[in-house]
């Protein structure tokens, strides 16, 4: 099971809206919907930001979004803050009880 | 609160073999699905396996055969055997609960080194 692919980095200035890709293929992202995303800060463990494609768990900020389209999944930070500097990972259920990570994205808040 | 607190990171030899212990607190682990995911130095994440709340497991075909998934429902803990390490299995072991991963521990690190 290969990585889903994730552009190496991002950025964007305060204010400003940044998306992020996860290419996968017909085998996970494209077949099912149960996309999640992560947010790790230097040090720490993940946090979930997104999980089925677009849902929202309690306490995270509404400026996080999720979409889908075919094999691609997509997060939107909106209102970007000096907080959200951080590397983010996509996942995917694959089948068979197995999952796989995006290679990941760091992000940078210029 | 739900809390999961990794341990039995450390320092072993190729071919070695090293138990993580995942203590739980705020739930039942034998109620929910748990995973172990891991992050090697400076990359990616990687899931590792999964144990359902029925019991059944699975792993990733890098670690299968090698790595044991299991749980101690009266201790709420979740545990990984490793055997048969190798170098390319240094990383932060997390566990991680839930179909999603939506909680986290602070991950516990494994060195294979001789």
């Known amino acids: 099971q290969s990585a889903l692919t994730q552009p190496p980095s991002a950025s964007g200035s305060p204010g400003q809206s940044l998306t992020i890709s996860c290419t996968g293929t017909?085998?996970?992202?494209?077949?099912?919907?149960?996309v999640s995303w992560y947010q790790q800060h230097p040090g720490k463990a993940p946090k979930l930001m997104i999980y089925?494609?677009?849902k929202r768990p309690s306490g995270v900020p509404d400026r996080f979004s999720g979409s889908k389209s075919g094999n691609t999944a997509s997060l939107t930070v909106s209102g970007l803050q000096a907080e959200d500097e951080a590397d983010y990972y996509c996942s995917s259920y694959a089948g068979s009880s197995r999952w796989v990570f995006g290679t990941g994205t760091k992000v940078t808040v210029l | 609160e739900v809390q999961l607190v990794e341990s039995g990171g450390g320092l072993v030899q190729p071919g070695g073999s090293l138990r993580l212990s995942c203590a739980a607190s705020?739930?039942?682990?034998?109620?929910?699905?748990m995973s172990w995911v891991r992050q090697a130095p400076g990359k990616g994440l990687e899931w590792v396996s999964v144990?359902?709340?029925?019991?059944?497991?699975y792993y990733a075909d890098s670690v299968k055969g090698r790595f044991t998934i299991s749980r101690h429902n009266s201790k709420n803990t979740l545990y990984l055997q490793m055997n048969s390490l190798r170098a390319e299995d240094t990383a932060v072991y997390y566990c991680a609960r839930d179909f999603d991963l939506g909680y986290w521990g602070q991950g516990t690190l494994v060195t294979v080194s001789s």
């Open positions: 017909s085998s996970d992202v494209g077949v099912y919907n149960s």
């Open positions: 144990i359902y709340s029925g019991g059944s497991t």
């Open positions: 705020g739930f039942t682990v034998s109620s929910n699905y």
């Open positions: 089925d494609v677009s």
